[in-house]
């Protein structure tokens, strides 16, 4: 991590992304908070339609 971040400093990057999450080690370089949303396209047909109901299957077990 401390390299990629000396990289970003010697490259003149303005700003370094530590990905998404709420890590508390985030709190020690920045207050400001970037919101991440994840989107889900499924193909059209019966091949996406099953593919959509491994995801809800999966999505439920996670939350189980």
């Given at each position: 991590m401390?390299?990629?971040i000396r990289r970003a400093i010697e490259r003149?990057?303005?700003w370094?992304?530590?990905l998404r999450g709420e890590d508390a080690?985030?709190?020690d370089w920045t207050t400001t908070q970037r919101r991440?949303?994840?989107i889900?396209?499924?193909r059209a047909g019966w091949r996406g339609g099953w593919v959509r109901v491994?995801?809800?299957v999966a999505?439920?077990?996670r939350h189980a």
């Open positions: 401390g390299m990629m003149g990057y303005k370094f992304d530590f080690y985030k709190r991440t949303r994840e889900v396209v499924f491994l995801d809800w999505e439920r077990r």
